[in-house]
């Protein structure tokens, strides 16, 4: 059976020994795993419209989706739950997801995601926690980026965490417009009815 030993290894190996290949350990199966060829449109939908992504250079963008995991899901699968621990977040490339939140044992849609659009994000900013339930509304395949692989580059990791930060500032800007217009509204509704006046 073929083995072999780490290539730091084998090269001082072949330094000194003037040996090329030096075999020490079993050589595991390699696994297979699923691959897809990404449409031109669809990366330019990913680039155009996938915040994470935002301002990455052509080389950058293909070399950050050339480390994520192809991951297909069938109908009603559910992708993660809210609360579960991850470290990872996705891509659509084919079909679609609802965002469900669990309130009093009751799942609500509060989102429905297509294809270039991304989620789970948020749970490698708060503490690995999923904020939401995402079920496949229909078959679909998304592209998942853990964690561990895309921060062993540093510059890639830099840009999409630059990117969350953005997309997080935004998130909280428009709910803080909308409790204020909540607000306003309330207010004139409460003097209109003339229970309180300034």
């Known amino acids: 059976m073929a083995t072999r030993i780490a290539p730091e290894i084998a090269h001082l190996f072949s330094d000194k020994i003037g ?14 795993l699923p691959t897809i060829r990404l449409d031109p449109k669809i990366v330019k939908k990913i680039a155009d419209g996938v915040a994470i992504f935002a301002k990455m250079q052509n080389d950058d963008l293909l070399a950050t989706l050339a480390i994520g995991e192809v991951r297909p899901f ?30 009093e ?38 592209l998942c980026f853990q964690r561990a692989r895309f921060e062993a580059f540093h510059d890639i990791s830099l840009i999409i965490y630059k990117n969350i930060a953005h997309v997080l500032a935004r998130r909280l800007n428009e709910r803080s417009n909308s409790l204020s217009d909540l607000l306003l509204v309330s207010r004139f509704n409460v003097e209109s009815d003339g229970i309180v006046k300034s």
């Open 19 to 32: 040996v090329r290949k030096y075999y020490a350990e079993p050589i595991p199966p390699t696994p297979s």
């Open 74 to 103: 069938n109908a009603g699968e559910v992708l993660f739950r809210e609360d579960e621990v991850g470290d990872s977040f996705y891509v659509i490339v084919v079909g679609s997801v609802n965002v469900l939140k669990i309130r």
């Open 105 to 142: 044992s009751k799942s609500h849609v509060v989102a429905s995601l297509g294809v270039g659009e991304c989620f789970g994000e948020m749970a490698l900013i708060l503490d690995e926690i999923r904020t939401a339930t995402v079920v496949a509304n229909v078959d679909c395949v998304t």
